[in-house]
């Protein structure tokens, strides 16, 4: 591994690598970072192709199996790479507190020499002190020129250094948003979930608005557990991406969708009457209805998918914990009045 490259192109690599290594369950180790860093750069074809067996025989990558495949094409040197990257991120730090107090420095000196100069005009008041007025002039147009430059110099390295931090810290950003995203439906994840809702219900309790409608739709694939009995998890898997296509399809960015766990999602949004909102649900329960799932090698094996739902309509000052266990309670009237339909919850 060539390790006299930039930080942003360690930056790029770190944005593929670590995604994958949360799709297949990877721990964020050192040497884990080490394989997959060399998997993206595709600088050692032996090691991405073992690491492809790897992955399709078990779907994923265990510690035992991650320090057997570094033994055998990685070295030491590559488990310090990142700490090369940290010590550089810090000597960056470093030179700008360094450039920062130079810089600073000349300021002082260039004040001093301001009042300095005031003071020495202020006792040249006759006519005879022309040459010692010249000369304070132009004492003060060289010190005016040094801090210029010192001034446009410290410009140039800040805007380098800003740079190379701004890289480092979007590299250090991608496991927080990779923790945000639930890697097999592409949805946010329930973690995320239960931060964002105390800040949907609280924004819209700051700036209530008449003329709009905040809502929390829960809903759940009906059946779920019988996928995953009658066909297996890889397939359960494969029924929540088809349920996800569909929902992507039927949603905006203006409207929050996670995965609440299993098989059942959450979709925080605004519209403008309560109207709206069942004719935006509706609209994703009738593209689910129409998804059939069907076993490989079996066309007779077909299995309906549809999905049931529960609206909680986001009152002034609700509690977020409040609002969840509304959608909850109406998603379970839904199943109990016989699926694939939509229910309200009453106002309390």
């Known amino acids: ?34 394989i997959w860093y ?32 570094f033994d055998k094409h990685l070295t030491n040197d590559d488990l310090i790479f990142f700490q090369k990257k940290t010590e550089k991120f810090n000597r960056t730090v470093e030179q700008i507190q360094q450039d920062i107090n130079v810089t600073l420095n000349h300021s002082k000196s260039f004040t001093t020499s301001l009042v300095d100069s005031q003071n020495e005009l202020s006792t040249l008041t006759n006519a005879n002190s022309y040459n010692e007025i010249l000369s304070c002039v132009e004492r003060l147009t060289d010190e005016s020129i040094i801090m210029q430059d010192y001034a446009r110099e410290f410009q140039t390295k800040l805007a380098i250094a800003y740079n190379e931090i701004k890289d480092l810290k979007r590299t250090l950003n991608i496991p927080n948003e990779v923790a945000d995203t639930d890697s097999l439906t592409g949805f946010y ?9 105390k800040k949907f219900c ?13 809502v929390l739709i829960m809903f759940d694939i009906d059946h779920f557990k019988r996928f995953n009995d009658d066909f297996g998890h890889q397939k359960g898997d494969e029924v929540l991406k088809l349920v996800a296509k569909k929902v992507k399809e039927n949603t905006t960015e203006a409207e929050n969708v996670y995965r609440y766990g299993g098989g059942e999602f959450c979709i925080t949004a605004y519209f403008d009457s309560i109207n709206d909102i069942i004719t935006f649900a509706d609209c994703i329960r009738l593209a689910i209805a129409k998804l059939a799932f069907r076993k490989k ?26 609002l969840v266990e509304r959608a909850d309670r109406a998603l379970n009237i839904a ?4 699926r694939n339909r939509i229910e309200i919850a009453p106002d309390i």
């Open 1 to 34: 591994m060539n390790n006299a490259v930039s930080l942003a192109h360690s930056a790029q690599s770190l944005k593929k690598a670590i995604p994958l290594m949360v799709k297949y369950r990877i721990p964020v180790t050192p040497i884990n970072y080490a």
């Open 189 to 197: 994840s329930r973690a995320k979930f239960d931060k964002d809702i």
């Open 297 to 322: 090698h079996d066309v007779t094996a077909t299995r309906a998918i549809s999905a049931s739902f529960g609206l909680a309509i986001l009152r002034p000052f609700t509690n977020s914990l409040v």
């Open 38 to 69: 060399c998997y993206i750069e595709g600088s050692n074809p032996s090691l991405n192709a073992e690491l492809d067996q790897v992955i399709e025989q078990n779907k994923t990558c265990t510690q035992d199996k991650a320090k057997e495949i």
């Open 335 to 338: 199943k109990t009045h016989g």
């Open 202 to 214: 609280h924004e819209y309790s700051e700036k209530v608005n008449e003329h709009s409608q905040a």
